[in-house]
């Protein structure tokens, strides 16, 4: 399996509208929400969640799995609600990438995504902050503000605090030598 691109991502979402004729809502994390906004960074997966009608939940399922085995992607549920608490009104930052069939397909709250790289605190994943920064698809002032919201739940998600503190920091260090 090669690297995820945009042309890639699009391609998946048009086949998975034709496959999936249900209506529901797909939210791209990580990398290939990245990758949407510019990103020259390789991603190898495609990390999603979505918001579905139970009754259709395993007929997506099933499309998305064999969509996935053919076109040869790395693809994985994320429900990132459960990794890492969610700033308020994440739902509300959420930025429209386009109606497939009768799924919208949205890129998650890019705050949530940065607060989530950021407690992981892997070089890429600050990397991917950075680019955020860099590009102006954040802003360190309000990233700071959904840091100290979300830090006092940080232990109900499994994330040390002191580690995820002194990830933060290492973002504000590099977002000032710019």
């Known amino acids: 399996m090669g690297p995820v691109t945009l042309q890639g991502v699009r391609l998946f979402l048009q086949r998975l509208s034709e496959r999936y004729a249900g209506a529901g809502e797909f939210y791209l994390l990580g990398g290939s929400a990245l990758c949407l906004l510019g990103s020259s960074r390789e991603t190898r997966d495609i990390d999603y969640t979505v918001e579905l009608p139970p009754h259709t939940r395993a007929e997506f399922e099933q499309a998305l799995s ?3 085995n053919e076109m040869q992607l790395d693809v994985e549920h994320v429900p990132l609600a ?4 969610l700033p308020p009104r994440a739902r ?3 930025r429209m990438v ?3 069939g009768q799924l919208d397909v949205y890129l998650f709250d890019l705050y949530s995504i940065a607060l989530s790289k950021i407690a992981r605190g892997f070089e890429a994943d600050l990397e991917d902050v ?8 954040i ?4 990233l700071e503000k959904h840091f100290d919201l979300i ?4 232990l109900q ?4 605090p002191e580690e995820f503190r002194g990830y933060f920091q290492e973002i504000r260090r590099r977002a000032t030598r710019r």
Do not use: H, V
């Open 151 to 154: 830090i006092p739940r940080a």
């Open 82 to 85: 459960e990794f890492i608490p």
């Open 130 to 137: 950075m680019f955020m920064l860099n590009e102006r698809l």
């Open 92 to 94: 509300e930052r959420r």
């Open 98 to 100: 386009g109606r497939f």
């Open 157 to 160: 998600s499994d994330i040390d």
């Open 139 to 142: 802003d360190l002032s309000e």
């Open 66 to 68: 064999q969509l996935a």
